[in-house]
């Protein structure tokens, strides 16, 4: 199972008097993670690099910024996808400390800034959500209710006109037994309505 972080994790290592500032972080999209690493490049205005990897549903990359191609951005990105990790960003900003380090040596640097902070990081499974939506008369409304407070469901909206709607979501391993209780206890007076997107 996939797993994301809890809140950011930091590490600062220090190579041959060039200072690398490694950061991990959950991380919804790559438009969310190229704010951050803009972000980042605007605090450090004095840094040489600001290298990044993404692993975030599919959209993944990764940034080397500078450093010779394949010494900073792939390495990190492979540690992220070592650790089964998603939703998750690294980035590493690099003050130089005028002693080159060569190809093997910038990717131990990238790496090693990655996995400590990685260390220090609370990583959480990833649980897939689904989204579901009913209507129900007046009279099933606490029933319902009760229901979806047992299941952990998330209520994200009611509505009430001629009947109340629900919208809610909840772990996707709990959905199909969810919706067998509901449509039992119901005894046919729930109307699923079909999910959006």
């Known amino acids: 199972m996939s797993q994301t972080l809890a809140a950011p994790a930091h590490s600062e290592i220090l190579i041959k008097k060039s200072r690398f500032i490694g950061c991990v972080e959950p991380m919804a999209d790559r438009a969310a993670a190229q704010r951050r690493v803009a972000a980042l490049r605007a605090a450090h205005p004095g840094a040489a690099h600001v290298c990044w990897a993404l692993l975030a549903g599919g959209q993944s990359a990764a940034v080397d910024d500078g450093e010779p191609g394949g010494t900073a951005g792939r390495p990190m990105l492979d540690v992220l996808r070592h650790q089964d990790l998603d939703g ?108 959006e997107g």
């Open 88 to 195: 998750v960003l690294a980035t590493v900003v690099r003050y130089y400390g005028g002693v080159k380090l060569g190809a093997g040596g910038l990717v131990r640097a990238y790496t090693d800034a990655v996995a400590q902070a990685l260390l220090g990081a609370t990583k959480v499974a990833i649980v897939r959500q689904r989204t579901l939506a009913c209507a129900v008369p007046y009279a099933l409304e606490g029933l319902l209710r009760r229901e979806l407070e047992l299941a952990g469901a998330e209520v994200a909206d009611v509505t009430h006109a001629d009947e109340v709607v629900f919208r809610f979501k909840l772990p996707e391993s709990a959905a199909d037994g969810l919706v067998a209780r509901l449509g039992e206890a119901a005894h046919g007076r729930l109307r699923w309505i079909a999910e």
